[in-house]
C-alpha cells in the first residue's frame, strides 16, 4: 500500500533496488539450476556447467547484488532521512539478509572459480550449490518482508 503513495523522486531508487532484485534471483536462480544438473551422472559436460554456474555468479548476480543494494540504501535515506534507529522489521529483514547474502554470494562465486578449475565434480561445486540455494531462500524471506510488511 505505501508503493502507491510514494513521492515521485523515489522512482529512480525503487526501480533500481527492485530490477536489481529480480535480476539477482534470476542469475542466482540459473546458477543453482547449472550447478544442480552438473550433479547428474549421466551428464558429460559437467564442466561446461560449473563454467555457466561461476559466469552466472560473477558476471550477473554480483552487478545485480550491487544494483538492489545501492538502490536499497537509496530508498532509504529518502523515506527515513534522519535514520533514526527505529526502523520497520522488514527494514531489518532486508538489512539483515542483504548484508548476509553479499557475504556468502563472495563465498560462492570463490568456491565456484576453484570449482571450474577441477576436472571432476567435488566437494567445491557441491558447497557452491549450497550456498546459492541458501542465499536465495534468503532473498525469497527478503521478498516476502518487502511485499507483506510484517510490524
Known amino acids: ?32 539450476t547449472a550447478f544442480a544438473l552438473q550433479w547428474r551422472p549421466a551428464v558429460e559436460f559437467g564442466a561446461t556447467l560449473r563454467r555457466f554456474a561461476f559466469r552466472s555468479l560473477l558476471a550477473a548476480a554480483v552487478p545485480a547484488f550491487f544494483a538492489m543494494r545501492i538502490g536499497a540504501q537509496w530508498i532509504y535515506s529518502k523515506e527515513f532521512p534522519s535514520g533514526s534507529g527505529d526502523d520497520p522489521t522488514w527494514v531489518g529483514i ?23 578449475k577441477r576436472e571432476a565434480t567435488g566437494g567445491l561445486a557441491r558447497a557452491a550449490t549450497i550456498l546459492t540455494g541458501i542465499i536465495l531462500a534468503l532473498d525469497l524471506v527478503a521478498m516476502w518482508a518487502m511485499t507483506t510488511k510484517p510490524s
Request: contains cysteine; proline residues 4%; charged residues 5%.
Open 94 to 116: 532486508g538489512f539483515m539478509v542483504s548484508d548476509l547474502g553479499g557475504l556468502l554470494l563472495i563465498a560462492a562465486c570463490v568456491l565456484a572459480w576453484r570449482a571450474t
Open 1 to 32: 500500500m505505501l508503493a502507491s503513495f510514494h513521492p515521485t523522486s523515489w522512482d529512480v531508487p525503487l526501480f533500481l533496488h527492485v530490477l536489481g532484485a529480480m535480476v539477482l534471483v534470476g542469475a542466482l536462480l540459473a546458477a543453482l
